[in-house]
């Protein structure tokens, strides 16, 4: 099970932070890293399934 913290636009990519319950462990990875078989099919399809709000910045971090 994974939890979005938060994400961040640096250098023109969207970089994703996400609490992995399961690992007991923080990713970090941008959306480009999404096709690379580094990441777990679970959490590209986590990913997938809430691209929309990671894209519209929805979970952006500002500080």
Do not use: C, N
């Amino acid at each position: 099970m994974y939890k979005i913290l938060y994400t961040r636009f640096i250098s023109g990519q969207r970089h994703v932070v996400v609490f992995d319950f399961k690992g007991e462990q923080t990713i970090e990875f941008t959306l480009d890293e999404l096709e690379k078989d580094e990441l777990s099919e679970e959490l590209k399809q986590h990913i997938a399934e809430i691209r929309e709000q990671v894209d519209s910045g929805y979970f952006d971090y500002a500080p």
